[in-house]
């Protein structure tokens, strides 16, 4: 079976939401990162103040390949603002060619 990695780059304020929805969709295991960046829209211009790198928050979620559509569609739900604004996020999916797990050195199927 195979797996992908899942990295969605939310708004801060919308990370909980998407983790609980993740986990009342039966996909409890995520990662939480804080990060800052920007995209597209080159940050943000609030008067003469320009913010170049905006608060973000990185999840991450190893799933099986088959899960993708369900948990994307979570994600999606779960961190759009409805504003119609730049700024709700990014999700990624790369490939994951093999994964341990530490505690007990198996290789995962």
Known sequence: MSMIMIKAVVRPERADAVMEGLLQ???PAVT???VYGRG???GLKIGEVHYDELPKVMLLSVIQ???KDFV???IMEKARTGKGNFGDGKI???VVE???TISSGVKEE
Do not use: P
Request: charge should be positive.
């Open 92 to 94: 990624f999916v790369s």
């Open 25 to 27: 969709a039966g996909y």
């Open 98 to 100: 093999e994964v341990y």
């Open 72 to 74: 994307i569609r979570t």
């Open 40 to 42: 597209k829209q080159r």
């Open 32 to 34: 939480k990162l804080d």
């Open 65 to 67: 390949a088959s899960d």
